[in-house]
């Protein structure tokens, strides 16, 4: 089913979701440090989800491949753990030298959105900093081609260039980015690779959760029994980056970063 374009106010009420989404990852990331638990960086976005009056839209959302509703507000995903780690099921606590990525859907004055971003925590390898960057870099190179008369595959075809041109990284293609606004997942899906020109047109008020997922190793990923967790099938660190952007008359409107 093709996805209903938001009107402008839903857009305003995006907007405002974004923005407490931006900010709770803004206090999270910079409180990451060695002895940092999954779960209490778990429980602080529950509690900044509360004092903001918003909710949580990953705590009991339930995907076919899982078997129970996800049970947490936020997704912790250490080192090789591509996405979707479970703070109850995998409690990690931070090292020095991991990377952290932290995922979270806020829902708020019934919009919702979805975003990420991957942390360095001390003294991380200069070719995993190296690969966070070039996956926060492929991020913005898929956001500049959210516009409107735009497809799809122009989005894609930019991530997948930029990452090429900086490395042999692996650009996982079992995942991919979606649309978001009334539910977690709408449609269309927005792969991280794609030929220019093709694909789902991209229509004023349309929006999308664009996700570049990039391994430093192979793309080849496994999937844990509890249906959620997600890891490099050869064990090299991956890096997530996702943002919500409005399709608009005017070029891609960012609602999840604070300007």
Request: charged content about 25%; overall charge negative.
């Amino acid at each position: 089913m093709q996805q209903r374009p938001k009107s402008a106010e839903e857009v305003e009420r995006l907007t405002r979701a974004g923005a407490i989404a931006a900010e709770i990852l803004d206090e999270l990331g910079a409180s990451i440090e060695p002895g940092v638990s999954a779960l209490s960086l778990d429980e602080r976005a529950a509690d900044m989800l509360s004092v903001r009056g918003a909710v949580a839209a990953f705590k009991g959302y339930q995907p076919s491949s899982a078997h129970s509703p996800f049970p947490n507000s936020l997704c912790v995903s250490r080192n090789a753990t591509v996405v979707h780690g479970v703070p109850d099921f995998h409690n990690e606590v931070v090292q020095d030298g991991d990377i952290i990525t932290l995922d979270i859907g806020v829902a708020y004055e019934g919009m919702i959105v979805d975003t990420a971003r991957t942390f360095c925590v001390g003294a991380v390898p200069g070719e995993v900093r190296e690969l966070v960057a070039v996956t926060e870099g492929a991020l913005l190179e898929g956001i500049a081609e959210a516009r409107a008369g735009n497809r799809v595959g122009d989005i894609g075809a930019a991530i997948e260039e930029y990452v090429y041109e900086h490395g042999d990284y692996g650009i996982i293609d079992v995942l991919c980015g979606h649309g978001v606004g009334h539910a977690v997942h709408e449609e269309p899906q927005v792969p991280n690779f794609g030929r220019p020109g093709t694909g789902v047109k991209l229509l004023p008020g349309m929006v999308v959760a664009i996700e570049p997922m990039i391994n430093l190793g192979k793309r080849d990923v496994v999937f844990d029994p509890d249906g959620y967790t997600v890891r490099t099938k050869d064990g090299t660190p991956s890096a997530h980056f996702e943002d919500t952007v409005v399709i608009t008359e005017d070029g891609p409107l960012n609602v999840t970063r604070l300007r």
